[in-house]
């Protein structure tokens, strides 16, 4: 199969630095609850100049069983917005107004050395929460060109974080000997499993809510790399200002024998994108994934 860019990789990137410094700045000039109203003229004017978007965010809910007009795509659009102006919230710690319910979270409690594995669903960034109040490091892998941005916006907004931004980049085994020693300190790694980084990254199509769908092995090869146990994590948004954070084990220590490495993967991609589908059924509106994400032609064909 031809090597393409990752759909959501040729929308423009709207999750950078500038913007959570001006989510910041609107969140506390103007206090959540009015932010909340612009947000609702937000998602209309997105969802009526950007039709691809609308068109995924109407895919996904119709798989999901939900209603997918027009304004289900709005009210989809501005629970986004939502969640990503909270992200503020989660980043420099002001929580009040929110109301954070667990679910799981010895898990984190007695998680020393881990990779917790999350999506674009609902809230990554609350994980945060619970590595603050365990007393945890977070390393969180991001995209090479947004490491050092977020690392240096965290330590301003938020200097007594306990977050680090790590960009991995197979041409630079630093940041790989950087996790290791992460864990090897007990600390935790944090990474998104349901999107391609790059048109190099290796994918496996495995079933997705009725249909299948493209997941990098990439998180799974750094899980077996690092030997340690991956716990898998999301927190889900409710209005008005409930986040219901989840965290379960994924596996004890996943394991990719040589002679059978590509049906370990695929495995591993598969019950992934299981538990995810579990998840995205509860609150399907906390899907934030607005591009084509199902295989055109729904083959099951593994590229390497």
């Given at each position: 199969?031809?090597?393409?860019?990752?759909?959501?990789?040729?929308?423009?990137?709207?999750?950078?630095?500038?913007?959570?410094?001006?989510?910041?700045?609107?969140?506390?000039?103007?206090?959540?609850?009015?932010?909340?109203?612009?947000?609702?003229?937000?998602?209309?004017?997105?969802?009526?100049?950007?039709?691809?978007?609308?068109?995924?965010?109407?895919?996904?809910?119709?798989?999901?069983?939900?209603?997918?007009?027009?304004?289900?795509?709005?009210?989809?659009?501005?629970?986004?917005?939502?969640?990503?102006?909270?992200?503020?919230?989660?980043?420099?710690?002001?929580?009040?107004?929110?109301?954070?319910?667990?679910?799981?979270?010895?898990?984190?409690?007695?998680?020393?050395?881990?990779?917790?594995?999350?999506?674009?669903?609902?809230?990554?960034?609350?994980?945060?929460?619970?590595?603050?109040?365990?007393?945890?490091?977070?390393?969180?892998?991001?995209?090479?060109?947004?490491?050092?941005?977020?690392?240096?916006?965290?330590?301003?907004?938020?200097?007594?974080?306990?977050?680090?931004?790590?960009?991995?980049?197979?041409?630079?085994?630093?940041?790989?000997?950087?996790?290791?020693?992460?864990?090897?300190?007990?600390?935790?790694?944090?990474?998104?499993?349901?999107?391609?980084?790059?048109?190099?990254?290796?994918?496996?199509?495995?079933?997705?809510?009725?249909?299948?769908?493209?997941?990098?092995?990439?998180?799974?090869v750094m899980a077996h790399a690092l030997g340690c146990?991956?716990?898998?994590?999301?927190?889900?948004?409710?209005?008005?200002?409930?986040?219901?954070?989840?965290?379960?084990?994924?596996?004890?220590?996943?394991?990719?024998?040589?002679?059978?490495?590509?049906?370990?993967?695929?495995?591993?991609?598969?019950?992934?994108?299981?538990?995810?589908?579990?998840?995205?059924?509860?609150?399907?509106?906390?899907?934030?994934?607005?591009?084509?994400?199902?295989?055109?032609?729904?083959?099951?064909?593994?590229?390497?």
């Amino acid at each position: 199969m031809e090597a393409t860019v990752p759909a959501w990789k040729q929308q423009p990137e709207r999750g950078n630095a500038f913007v959570l410094r001006l989510l910041v700045r609107l969140d506390r000039a103007l206090g959540r609850r009015l932010v909340g109203w612009i947000l609702w003229w937000v998602a209309f004017y997105y969802a009526a100049v950007v039709p691809s978007a609308r068109q995924a965010s109407g895919d996904f809910l119709a798989r999901a069983g939900c209603r997918a007009g027009f304004f289900d795509t709005v009210r989809h659009f501005r629970t986004f917005a939502r969640v990503a102006l909270d992200r503020a919230r989660f980043a420099t710690g002001r929580l009040e107004g929110l109301v954070i319910t667990r679910e799981g979270h010895e898990h984190i409690a007695s998680a020393r050395g881990a990779l917790v594995v999350g999506a674009h669903l609902g809230s990554f960034e609350a994980l945060q929460t619970l590595s603050h109040q365990h007393g945890l490091r977070l390393n969180v892998v991001v995209d090479l060109r947004n490491a050092r941005q977020l690392s240096a916006v965290m330590a301003e907004l938020a200097p007594e974080a306990r977050v680090r931004f790590v960009s991995v980049d197979e041409h630079e085994p630093t940041s790989v000997l950087q996790l290791t020693e992460a864990i090897a300190d007990g600390e935790l790694v944090a990474l998104l499993a349901d999107r391609l980084t790059a048109a190099s990254d290796r994918s496996i199509a495995v079933p997705f809510f009725g249909a299948m769908a493209r997941f990098p092995t990439g998180p799974f090869v750094m899980a077996h790399a690092l030997g340690c146990p991956v716990l898998f994590a999301c927190a889900l948004y409710r209005e008005p200002n409930q986040y219901h954070l989840v965290c379960e084990p994924f596996s004890e220590r996943l394991v990719l024998p040589r002679a059978t490495r590509a049906e370990a993967l695929e495995g591993a991609c598969a019950r992934f994108a299981a538990t995810l589908e579990r998840f995205a059924r509860i609150a399907p509106d906390n899907w934030f994934n607005f591009f084509p994400f199902w295989e055109p032609h729904h083959d099951d064909v593994t590229r390497r």
